[in-house]
């Protein structure tokens, strides 16, 4: 059952935007093979999204991909896929594939949206910390949460006004630079997104989705 955070308007959306599961977290190929990594990216994505949904509910959340492994997985758990119309050689597909996604849910709401932009990684998220980011975003027009080495953005928010999302390298500092509000807590699910094999070791150490775990324990049986 969803919760909305107490000040934390209902029309509250989560973009995430995930891309092609065989080009996903290529650093994790020394630790996976290609078939069990494409499992773990879509994993950590269901583990995150869900995590959203305990929060703002299954129809607050909005997958953005070019995969259909992922926009099937999604839809099936009652949230929205939208096909990524980000074409090849792009010179900012991320953001733009958000941008796009922003977009699209914004025309469908009656009134302008408040987003908020999750990183598709991040297997030991709790709703509770997700919904303590809520509470204390609501106070800034623009903020952001950094990720555990303090250079990425691990979280995008925005109420009322645009994301203006600055995703990439040095993203935290992109953000910081673009106005936005860096917020601080203790939020160590929030904050572990993935890219090597020590980011995902952090993550167990939080405790791992129920989704990741499986395919993290699959992964260390057969090897």
Do not use: Y
């Amino acid at each position: 059952m969803s919760r909305t955070p107490p000040g934390i308007p209902g029309d509250t959306a989560v973009v995430i935007a995930v891309k092609r599961l065989a080009a996903a977290k290529t650093r994790l190929s020394a630790q996976f093979s290609a078939d069990a990594r494409e499992e773990l990216v879509l994993a950590m994505l269901l583990d995150t999204a869900a995590a959203a949904t305990r929060v703002l509910g299954a129809a607050a959340v909005t997958v953005v991909t070019p995969d259909r492994a992922v926009t099937s997985a999604v839809a099936d758990l009652g949230m929205l896929a939208l096909a990524d119309p980000t074409p090849p050689g792009h010179p900012d597909p991320l953001n733009n594939a958000l941008r796009a996604a922003v977009a699209h849910i914004t025309a469908r709401g009656a009134r302008p949206r408040n987003v908020v932009i999750l990183q598709g990684d991040l297997p030991a998220l709790r709703s509770s910390e997700l919904a303590d980011a809520l509470d204390r975003a609501e106070a800034h027009p623009r903020s952001f949460v950094a990720d555990r080495h303090r250079t990425g953005t691990a979280a995008l928010f925005a109420f009322g006004v645009p994301c203006e999302p600055h995703f990439g390298a040095d993203s935290a500092s992109r953000h910081r630079n673009s106005g936005a509000v860096e917020l601080t807590g203790d939020w160590p699910g929030l904050r572990c997104d993935i890219d090597t094999s020590e980011d995902l070791a952090a993550a167990a150490r939080i405790g791992l989705g129920p989704a990741t775990r499986a395919v993290d324990e699959r992964s260390s049986t057969r090897s």
